[in-house]
Protein backbone atom coordinates (compact mmCIF):
# COMPACT_ATOMS: atom_id res chain seq x y z
CA UNK A 1 0.00 0.00 0.00
CA UNK A 2 1.46 3.36 -1.04
CA UNK A 3 1.06 6.42 1.46
CA UNK A 4 0.07 10.06 0.26
CA UNK A 5 1.97 12.64 1.72
CA UNK A 6 -0.80 15.54 2.52
CA UNK A 7 0.50 18.86 3.11
CA UNK A 8 -0.50 19.97 6.88
CA UNK A 9 -1.86 22.97 5.13
CA UNK A 10 -4.47 21.30 3.37
CA UNK A 11 -7.74 19.82 5.25
CA UNK A 12 -7.89 15.98 5.55
CA UNK A 13 -10.97 13.85 5.91
CA UNK A 14 -9.87 11.53 8.30
CA UNK A 15 -13.03 9.26 9.27
CA UNK A 16 -16.12 8.66 7.39
CA UNK A 17 -19.30 6.55 8.38
CA UNK A 18 -22.55 5.52 7.19
CA UNK A 19 -25.43 4.25 8.71
CA UNK A 20 -29.16 3.67 7.34
CA UNK A 21 -32.20 2.87 9.43
CA UNK A 22 -35.41 1.69 7.43
CA UNK A 23 -38.62 2.35 9.33
CA UNK A 24 -41.56 0.89 6.92
CA UNK A 25 -41.28 3.59 3.64
CA UNK A 26 -38.91 6.12 5.49
CA UNK A 27 -35.08 5.75 4.76
CA UNK A 28 -33.14 7.82 6.85
CA UNK A 29 -29.06 7.77 6.42
CA UNK A 30 -26.96 9.68 8.69
CA UNK A 31 -23.39 10.25 7.66
CA UNK A 32 -20.33 11.17 9.74
CA UNK A 33 -17.32 12.58 8.97
CA UNK A 34 -14.48 13.75 10.63
CA UNK A 35 -11.94 16.55 8.87
CA UNK A 36 -8.43 17.62 10.50
CA UNK A 37 -8.07 21.64 9.32
CA UNK A 38 -5.26 23.19 8.80
CA UNK A 39 -4.65 24.72 11.92
CA UNK A 40 -5.31 21.25 13.39
CA UNK A 41 -8.78 21.90 14.77
CA UNK A 42 -11.20 18.85 14.01
CA UNK A 43 -14.32 19.40 12.43
CA UNK A 44 -17.37 16.74 12.12
CA UNK A 45 -20.30 17.20 9.87
CA UNK A 46 -23.46 15.22 10.58
CA UNK A 47 -25.77 14.40 7.48
CA UNK A 48 -29.38 13.37 8.00
CA UNK A 49 -30.63 12.46 5.25
CA UNK A 50 -34.74 10.86 5.19
CA UNK A 51 -36.48 9.91 2.77
CA UNK A 52 -39.87 8.94 2.17
CA UNK A 53 -40.48 6.59 -0.81
CA UNK A 54 -44.67 6.41 -0.41
CA UNK A 55 -44.57 10.13 -1.66
CA UNK A 56 -41.38 10.70 -2.39
CA UNK A 57 -40.73 13.71 -0.16
CA UNK A 58 -36.75 14.29 1.16
CA UNK A 59 -35.42 16.14 3.78
CA UNK A 60 -31.53 16.96 4.20
CA UNK A 61 -30.16 18.02 7.50
CA UNK A 62 -26.60 19.13 8.02
CA UNK A 63 -24.71 20.06 11.53
CA UNK A 64 -21.08 21.31 11.63
CA UNK A 65 -18.93 20.99 15.00
CA UNK A 66 -15.48 22.37 15.02
CA UNK A 67 -13.52 21.46 18.19
CA UNK A 68 -9.80 22.97 18.19
CA UNK A 69 -6.54 21.17 18.61
CA UNK A 70 -5.30 19.67 21.52
CA UNK A 71 -1.74 20.98 20.33
CA UNK A 72 -1.97 23.32 22.85
CA UNK A 73 -1.78 20.65 25.80
CA UNK A 74 2.10 21.23 26.88
CA UNK A 75 2.70 17.30 27.61
CA UNK A 76 1.26 16.63 23.94
CA UNK A 77 4.69 15.72 22.50
CA UNK A 78 5.57 13.23 25.79
CA UNK A 79 1.99 11.48 25.40
CA UNK A 80 2.31 10.72 21.57
CA UNK A 81 5.64 9.38 22.27
CA UNK A 82 4.32 7.55 25.33
CA UNK A 83 1.37 5.62 23.61
CA UNK A 84 3.40 5.00 20.15
CA UNK A 85 6.25 3.49 21.98
CA UNK A 86 4.28 1.21 24.01
CA UNK A 87 2.09 -0.03 20.91
CA UNK A 88 5.86 -1.18 19.59
CA UNK A 89 6.93 -2.27 23.09
CA UNK A 90 7.81 -5.72 23.47
CA UNK A 91 4.78 -6.15 25.87
CA UNK A 92 2.33 -4.61 22.98
CA UNK A 93 4.20 -6.32 20.18
CA UNK A 94 3.89 -10.12 21.53
CA UNK A 95 0.67 -10.40 21.42
CA UNK A 96 -0.40 -7.93 18.96
CA UNK A 97 -1.45 -9.98 16.29
CA UNK A 98 -3.12 -7.16 14.04
CA UNK A 99 0.35 -4.73 14.34
CA UNK A 100 2.52 -8.04 13.63
CA UNK A 101 0.51 -8.95 10.52
CA UNK A 102 1.33 -5.50 9.56
CA UNK A 103 4.47 -5.24 10.13
CA UNK A 104 5.22 -8.45 7.69
CA UNK A 105 3.68 -6.00 4.68
CA UNK A 106 6.43 -3.73 4.23
CA UNK A 107 9.72 -4.32 5.99
CA UNK A 108 8.54 -3.65 9.11
CA UNK A 109 7.19 -0.17 8.53
CA UNK A 110 3.51 1.00 9.66
CA UNK A 111 2.10 3.53 8.14
CA UNK A 112 1.04 6.53 10.09
CA UNK A 113 -2.84 5.83 8.03
CA UNK A 114 -3.00 2.76 10.24
CA UNK A 115 -1.74 3.86 13.60
CA UNK A 116 -4.14 7.08 13.59
CA UNK A 117 -7.18 4.76 13.08
CA UNK A 118 -6.32 4.08 16.50
CA UNK A 119 -8.79 5.91 19.11
CA UNK A 120 -6.26 6.23 21.71
CA UNK A 121 -3.79 7.74 19.36
CA UNK A 122 -6.74 9.64 17.72
CA UNK A 123 -7.71 11.48 20.69
CA UNK A 124 -3.91 12.97 20.80
CA UNK A 125 -3.27 13.82 17.25
CA UNK A 126 -4.12 12.09 14.02
CA UNK A 127 -1.55 14.86 12.22
CA UNK A 128 1.29 13.38 10.91
CA UNK A 129 3.11 16.31 11.00
CA UNK A 130 2.48 17.16 15.25
CA UNK A 131 3.06 12.82 15.24
CA UNK A 132 6.24 12.81 13.29
CA UNK A 133 7.49 16.36 15.28
CA UNK A 134 7.16 14.22 18.43
CA UNK A 135 8.49 11.65 17.69
CA UNK A 136 11.95 12.78 16.85
CA UNK A 137 11.90 14.17 20.61
CA UNK A 138 12.09 10.53 21.59
CA UNK A 139 15.44 9.34 23.24
CA UNK A 140 14.64 5.66 23.70
CA UNK A 141 15.97 5.04 20.40
CA UNK A 142 13.27 2.47 19.81
CA UNK A 143 11.63 3.74 16.46
CA UNK A 144 12.77 4.75 13.32
CA UNK A 145 11.17 7.52 10.97
CA UNK A 146 11.21 6.82 7.18
CA UNK A 147 12.57 9.48 4.86
CA UNK A 148 8.64 10.04 3.96
CA UNK A 149 7.79 11.09 7.19
CA UNK A 150 4.69 8.88 6.80
CA UNK A 151 5.64 5.73 8.48
CA UNK A 152 7.67 4.39 11.25
CA UNK A 153 8.81 0.95 12.56
CA UNK A 154 10.63 -0.56 15.49
CA UNK A 155 14.86 -0.23 14.56
CA UNK A 156 16.12 -3.53 13.35
CA UNK A 157 18.78 -3.65 16.13
CA UNK A 158 15.54 -3.96 18.38
CA UNK A 159 14.67 -7.15 17.09
CA UNK A 160 11.09 -8.59 18.97
CA UNK A 161 10.95 -11.96 21.23
CA UNK A 162 10.47 -14.54 19.19
CA UNK A 163 7.54 -15.85 21.86
CA UNK A 164 5.57 -14.84 24.34
CA UNK A 165 7.39 -17.28 26.63
CA UNK A 166 10.59 -15.38 25.68
CA UNK A 167 9.03 -12.37 26.48
CA UNK A 168 7.86 -13.34 30.37
CA UNK A 169 11.15 -14.73 30.92
CA UNK A 170 12.86 -11.14 29.91
CA UNK A 171 10.32 -9.07 31.99
CA UNK A 172 10.03 -11.30 34.77
CA UNK A 173 12.89 -9.27 36.32
CA UNK A 174 12.41 -6.02 35.18
CA UNK A 175 8.71 -6.29 36.41
CA UNK A 176 7.03 -4.86 39.68
CA UNK A 177 4.16 -5.19 42.02
CA UNK A 178 2.99 -2.27 43.44
CA UNK A 179 -0.42 -1.89 46.04
CA UNK A 180 -1.15 0.32 48.37
CA UNK A 181 -3.19 3.06 45.73
CA UNK A 182 -6.85 4.00 47.16
CA UNK A 183 -9.28 1.85 45.45
CA UNK A 184 -11.25 5.38 43.68
CA UNK A 185 -12.44 5.56 40.12
CA UNK A 186 -10.34 8.33 39.46
CA UNK A 187 -7.28 6.06 38.98
CA UNK A 188 -6.58 5.94 35.68
CA UNK A 189 -3.86 4.34 33.78
CA UNK A 190 -2.51 7.97 32.36
CA UNK A 191 -2.21 8.94 36.12
CA UNK A 192 0.02 5.93 36.82
CA UNK A 193 2.09 6.33 33.77
CA UNK A 194 2.70 10.20 34.76
CA UNK A 195 3.62 8.84 38.52
CA UNK A 196 5.88 5.78 37.50
CA UNK A 197 7.85 8.12 34.99
CA UNK A 198 9.63 9.93 37.93
CA UNK A 199 11.27 7.06 38.97
CA UNK A 200 12.73 6.24 35.47
CA UNK A 201 11.70 5.04 31.68
CA UNK A 202 8.84 2.68 32.01
CA UNK A 203 7.42 0.28 29.57
CA UNK A 204 3.95 -0.37 30.57
CA UNK A 205 1.70 -0.14 33.60
CA UNK A 206 -1.13 -2.88 34.39
CA UNK A 207 -4.02 -2.04 36.58
CA UNK A 208 -5.39 -4.86 38.92
CA UNK A 209 -9.11 -5.41 38.75
CA UNK A 210 -11.72 -7.13 41.46
CA UNK A 211 -12.78 -10.05 39.74
CA UNK A 212 -16.61 -9.58 39.46
CA UNK A 213 -16.92 -5.64 39.66
CA UNK A 214 -14.03 -4.91 37.45
CA UNK A 215 -13.19 -2.15 39.98
CA UNK A 216 -9.32 -0.70 40.57
CA UNK A 217 -8.43 -3.39 43.62
CA UNK A 218 -5.31 -1.21 44.32
CA UNK A 219 -2.96 -2.65 42.68
CA UNK A 220 -0.47 -2.55 39.31
CA UNK A 221 1.97 -4.04 37.69
CA UNK A 222 4.67 -1.79 36.75
CA UNK A 223 6.98 -2.92 33.60
CA UNK A 224 10.33 -0.80 33.96
CA UNK A 225 13.14 -1.02 31.03
CA UNK A 226 15.60 -3.07 32.38
CA UNK A 227 16.37 -5.46 35.33
CA UNK A 228 18.35 -2.74 37.00
CA UNK A 229 15.82 0.18 37.13
CA UNK A 230 13.06 -2.07 38.46
CA UNK A 231 15.59 -3.71 41.26
CA UNK A 232 16.37 -0.06 42.26
CA UNK A 233 12.77 1.35 42.55
CA UNK A 234 12.01 -1.89 45.25
CA UNK A 235 15.31 -0.75 46.89
CA UNK A 236 14.74 2.69 47.12
CA UNK A 237 10.91 1.74 48.65
CA UNK A 238 12.67 -0.47 51.30
CA UNK A 239 15.20 2.52 52.17
CA UNK A 240 12.28 5.47 51.43
CA UNK A 241 8.84 4.15 51.46
CA UNK A 242 6.89 5.27 48.15
CA UNK A 243 3.69 7.67 48.89
CA UNK A 244 0.78 8.39 46.33
CA UNK A 245 -0.16 11.60 45.60
CA UNK A 246 -2.50 11.26 48.19
CA UNK A 247 -0.48 9.90 50.96
CA UNK A 248 -1.20 6.61 50.61
CA UNK A 249 2.08 4.47 51.36
CA UNK A 250 2.72 2.01 48.25
CA UNK A 251 4.16 -1.85 49.05
CA UNK A 252 6.51 -2.93 46.02
CA UNK A 253 7.93 -5.86 45.56
CA UNK A 254 9.72 -7.80 42.14
CA UNK A 255 7.13 -10.06 40.07
CA UNK A 256 8.47 -13.15 41.12
CA UNK A 257 8.67 -12.39 44.62
CA UNK A 258 5.05 -11.23 44.53
CA UNK A 259 3.87 -14.56 43.08
CA UNK A 260 6.73 -16.93 45.45
CA UNK A 261 4.54 -14.99 48.70
CA UNK A 262 0.75 -15.03 46.60
CA UNK A 263 2.04 -19.11 46.40
CA UNK A 264 2.14 -19.65 50.02
CA UNK A 265 -0.95 -17.56 50.99
CA UNK A 266 -2.35 -20.00 48.44
CA UNK A 267 -1.08 -22.91 49.90
CA UNK A 268 -1.74 -21.65 53.95
CA UNK A 269 -4.71 -19.43 53.19
CA UNK A 270 -2.67 -16.43 55.15
CA UNK A 271 -3.47 -18.22 58.24
CA UNK A 272 -2.10 -20.67 60.75
CA UNK A 273 -3.00 -24.02 60.54
CA UNK A 274 -5.01 -24.62 63.55
CA UNK A 275 -7.32 -21.43 61.46
CA UNK A 276 -10.65 -22.72 59.79
CA UNK A 277 -10.07 -23.34 56.06
CA UNK A 278 -12.81 -21.29 54.97
CA UNK A 279 -10.91 -18.15 53.66
CA UNK A 280 -8.23 -20.48 52.42
CA UNK A 281 -11.19 -22.14 50.48
CA UNK A 282 -12.59 -18.79 49.52
CA UNK A 283 -8.94 -17.98 48.01
CA UNK A 284 -8.18 -20.81 46.45
CA UNK A 285 -11.46 -20.57 44.44
CA UNK A 286 -10.77 -17.33 42.99
CA UNK A 287 -7.11 -17.81 42.27
CA UNK A 288 -8.76 -21.07 39.98
CA UNK A 289 -11.08 -18.42 38.24
CA UNK A 290 -8.17 -16.18 37.67
CA UNK A 291 -6.22 -18.79 36.39
CA UNK A 292 -9.25 -19.93 34.18
CA UNK A 293 -9.86 -16.28 33.08
CA UNK A 294 -5.78 -15.90 31.80
CA UNK A 295 -6.26 -19.74 30.16
CA UNK A 296 -9.08 -18.01 28.04
CA UNK A 297 -7.55 -15.39 27.19
CA UNK A 298 -4.66 -16.72 26.15
CA UNK A 299 -7.00 -19.38 24.22
CA UNK A 300 -7.96 -15.83 22.77
CA UNK A 301 -4.93 -14.50 21.47
CA UNK A 302 -3.84 -17.86 19.77
CA UNK A 303 -6.97 -17.99 17.91
CA UNK A 304 -6.83 -14.29 17.04
CA UNK A 305 -3.18 -14.73 15.83
CA UNK A 306 -4.75 -17.46 13.35
CA UNK A 307 -7.09 -15.44 12.43
CA UNK A 308 -5.42 -12.69 11.59
CA UNK A 309 -2.88 -14.23 9.55
CA UNK A 310 -6.28 -15.02 7.24
CA UNK A 311 -7.19 -11.89 6.22
CA UNK A 312 -8.44 -11.37 2.30
CA UNK A 313 -8.13 -8.03 1.14
CA UNK A 314 -10.85 -6.92 -1.59
CA UNK A 315 -13.05 -9.35 -0.23
CA UNK A 316 -15.71 -7.47 1.48
CA UNK A 317 -18.80 -6.17 0.74
CA UNK A 318 -21.35 -3.76 2.88
CA UNK A 319 -24.97 -3.97 2.61
CA UNK A 320 -27.43 -1.38 3.75
CA UNK A 321 -31.13 -0.27 4.09
CA UNK A 322 -32.56 -4.17 4.89
CA UNK A 323 -36.02 -5.11 6.14
CA UNK A 324 -36.65 -6.03 9.52
CA UNK A 325 -37.43 -9.29 7.74
CA UNK A 326 -34.55 -9.88 5.97
CA UNK A 327 -32.00 -12.99 7.52
CA UNK A 328 -29.15 -14.18 7.08
CA UNK A 329 -30.26 -16.76 4.45
CA UNK A 330 -32.10 -14.31 2.28
CA UNK A 331 -28.97 -12.56 2.06
CA UNK A 332 -26.83 -15.64 1.29
CA UNK A 333 -29.78 -17.07 -1.05
CA UNK A 334 -28.10 -13.74 -3.62
CA UNK A 335 -24.58 -14.42 -3.11
CA UNK A 336 -24.25 -18.48 -3.31
CA UNK A 337 -24.66 -18.39 -7.53
CA UNK A 338 -21.54 -16.35 -7.64
CA UNK A 339 -19.03 -17.52 -4.66
CA UNK A 340 -18.29 -20.54 -2.14
CA UNK A 341 -19.81 -19.97 0.58
CA UNK A 342 -19.70 -16.43 1.80
CA UNK A 343 -19.88 -15.39 5.45
CA UNK A 344 -22.62 -13.50 6.44
CA UNK A 345 -22.23 -11.19 9.49
CA UNK A 346 -25.59 -9.83 10.57
CA UNK A 347 -28.70 -10.24 13.08
CA UNK A 348 -31.71 -9.86 12.05
CA UNK A 349 -33.47 -6.76 12.78
CA UNK A 350 -30.13 -4.68 11.49
CA UNK A 351 -30.57 -2.53 8.95
CA UNK A 352 -26.96 -3.22 7.54
CA UNK A 353 -24.43 -6.47 6.99
CA UNK A 354 -21.22 -7.41 5.27
CA UNK A 355 -20.18 -10.07 3.23
CA UNK A 356 -17.47 -11.64 3.91
CA UNK A 357 -15.75 -13.46 0.78
CA UNK A 358 -13.31 -16.62 1.09
CA UNK A 359 -10.75 -14.79 -1.60
CA UNK A 360 -8.94 -12.18 -2.27
CA UNK A 361 -9.78 -9.74 -4.45
CA UNK A 362 -12.97 -11.12 -5.64
CA UNK A 363 -15.07 -8.27 -4.27
CA UNK A 364 -15.59 -6.48 -7.15
CA UNK A 365 -16.33 -9.29 -9.78
CA UNK A 366 -18.75 -10.85 -7.29
CA UNK A 367 -20.44 -7.70 -6.63
CA UNK A 368 -21.15 -6.85 -10.30
CA UNK A 369 -22.38 -10.52 -10.80
CA UNK A 370 -25.15 -10.22 -7.97
CA UNK A 371 -25.97 -6.87 -9.29
CA UNK A 372 -25.98 -8.05 -12.74
CA UNK A 373 -28.29 -10.67 -11.91
CA UNK A 374 -31.11 -8.01 -10.83
CA UNK A 375 -30.61 -6.02 -13.16
CA UNK A 376 -28.60 -3.02 -11.46
CA UNK A 377 -30.09 -3.60 -8.18
CA UNK A 378 -29.72 -5.58 -5.52
CA UNK A 379 -33.37 -6.64 -3.90
CA UNK A 380 -33.86 -8.45 -0.93
CA UNK A 381 -37.39 -9.02 0.81
CA UNK A 382 -38.50 -6.93 -1.94
CA UNK A 383 -36.26 -3.37 -1.31
CA UNK A 384 -33.60 -2.15 -2.93
CA UNK A 385 -30.34 -3.32 -0.84
CA UNK A 386 -27.38 -0.52 -1.12
CA UNK A 387 -24.41 -2.13 -1.43
CA UNK A 388 -20.53 -1.30 -2.01
CA UNK A 389 -16.84 -2.69 -2.10
CA UNK A 390 -15.31 -2.48 1.89
CA UNK A 391 -11.69 -0.50 0.92
CA UNK A 392 -8.92 1.09 2.51
CA UNK A 393 -8.52 2.05 6.26
CA UNK A 394 -11.89 0.94 6.64
CA UNK A 395 -11.18 -2.95 5.92
CA UNK A 396 -8.41 -2.58 7.63
CA UNK A 397 -10.47 -1.80 10.82
CA UNK A 398 -12.91 -4.08 9.39
CA UNK A 399 -10.64 -7.42 9.69
CA UNK A 400 -9.49 -5.88 12.99
CA UNK A 401 -13.22 -5.69 14.81
CA UNK A 402 -14.37 -8.64 13.12
CA UNK A 403 -11.25 -10.66 13.74
CA UNK A 404 -11.22 -10.13 18.12
CA UNK A 405 -14.70 -10.77 18.23
CA UNK A 406 -14.56 -13.84 16.21
CA UNK A 407 -11.42 -15.07 18.51
CA UNK A 408 -13.50 -14.41 21.53
CA UNK A 409 -16.47 -16.47 20.02
CA UNK A 410 -14.34 -19.22 19.32
CA UNK A 411 -12.98 -19.35 22.58
CA UNK A 412 -16.64 -19.36 24.40
CA UNK A 413 -17.68 -22.12 22.09
CA UNK A 414 -14.52 -24.35 22.55
CA UNK A 415 -15.89 -23.91 26.56
CA UNK A 416 -19.44 -24.56 26.03
CA UNK A 417 -19.04 -28.04 23.28
CA UNK A 418 -15.93 -29.73 25.28
CA UNK A 419 -13.60 -27.49 27.68
CA UNK A 420 -13.35 -26.74 30.98
CA UNK A 421 -16.72 -29.07 32.05
CA UNK A 422 -16.66 -32.25 33.95
CA UNK A 423 -18.08 -35.42 32.51
CA UNK A 424 -16.57 -34.96 29.03
CA UNK A 425 -18.47 -33.67 25.98
CA UNK A 426 -21.89 -34.03 27.89
CA UNK A 427 -20.85 -32.20 30.27
CA UNK A 428 -21.55 -32.59 34.36
CA UNK A 429 -23.35 -35.95 34.95
CA UNK A 430 -22.19 -37.24 31.30
CA UNK A 431 -25.79 -36.72 29.86
CA UNK A 432 -24.56 -36.35 26.05
CA UNK A 433 -27.12 -37.20 24.03
CA UNK A 434 -29.60 -35.33 25.97
CA UNK A 435 -27.35 -31.98 25.76
CA UNK A 436 -26.02 -32.87 21.59
CA UNK A 437 -30.07 -32.77 21.09
CA UNK A 438 -30.96 -29.71 22.91
CA UNK A 439 -27.94 -28.05 20.82
CA UNK A 440 -29.16 -29.11 17.95
CA UNK A 441 -32.73 -28.04 18.88
CA UNK A 442 -31.41 -24.04 19.62
CA UNK A 443 -29.20 -24.37 16.33
CA UNK A 444 -32.20 -24.79 14.18
CA UNK A 445 -34.67 -21.93 16.04
CA UNK A 446 -31.49 -19.38 15.85
CA UNK A 447 -31.14 -20.25 11.80
CA UNK A 448 -34.91 -19.96 11.64
CA UNK A 449 -34.83 -16.75 13.53
CA UNK A 450 -31.45 -15.85 11.95
CA UNK A 451 -29.86 -14.30 15.13
CA UNK A 452 -27.64 -16.67 16.24
CA UNK A 453 -25.43 -15.32 19.19
CA UNK A 454 -22.17 -14.40 17.45
CA UNK A 455 -24.37 -12.62 14.48
CA UNK A 456 -22.33 -15.09 11.76
CA UNK A 457 -22.90 -17.55 10.26
CA UNK A 458 -21.11 -20.87 10.62
CA UNK A 459 -19.25 -19.13 13.25
CA UNK A 460 -19.47 -19.36 16.28
CA UNK A 461 -10.13 -7.50 33.71
CA UNK A 462 -6.94 -6.53 34.45
CA UNK A 463 -7.15 -2.79 32.25
CA UNK A 464 -3.94 -2.59 30.62
CA UNK A 465 -2.34 -0.86 27.77
CA UNK A 466 -3.31 -1.86 24.66
CA UNK A 467 -3.74 -1.58 20.90
CA UNK A 468 -7.30 -0.69 20.63
CA UNK A 469 -10.74 -2.57 19.85
CA UNK A 470 -10.14 -4.24 22.48
CA UNK A 471 -13.67 -6.41 21.31
CA UNK A 472 -14.37 -5.58 18.21
CA UNK A 473 -15.17 -2.31 20.20
CA UNK A 474 -11.60 -3.51 22.33
CA UNK A 475 -8.48 -3.52 25.14
CA UNK A 476 -7.95 -1.39 28.28
CA UNK A 477 -5.21 1.26 29.76
CA UNK A 478 -2.97 3.49 27.39
CA UNK A 479 -4.83 2.08 24.52
CA UNK A 480 -5.89 2.82 21.14
CA UNK A 481 -9.45 3.31 22.62
Known amino acids: MTDTVVPVTNDKTISSTEETVVDGDVVTTVTK ?27 ATTLTQTISSSSSDPDLDKKIIRQIEYYLSDVNMTRDKFLKNEMTKDDGWIPLSVLTTFKRLQSLSTDFATIINALKKSISGLIQIDEAENKIR ?41 FFEQFGSIE ?43 GSMLECSLQDDFYKKKA ?21 KQARKEKRKD ?16 NLSGAVIHLAGMTANVTRELIKAKFNPFTKMPWIDFNKGDA ?26 LMIDDKEVICRIVEGDEEVQFWKEANEKRAAQRTKKSERFGGGKRGGRGGRGGHGKRNRRG ?43
Open 295 to 310: ELEKKTNEHLEKLNNE
Open 33 to 59: TKTINSDNSVTTTTTVDKTDQKNGENV
Open 204 to 246: SVQMKKQFKSKDFNGAAFVVFSSDEKAREFVEKSKEKPIKYED
Open 439 to 481: GQKRKRDQEENGDNESGEEGEEEEEEQSTEFKSPKKAKGTTTD
Open 264 to 284: LELATGGKSIEDDGKEKQKYD
Open 154 to 194: RRPERPLPNSQAELELMLRNRTVYVKGFPKTADITIDKLLS
Open 352 to 377: EAWVRLNEANTAKDVLEKVLAAGQGK
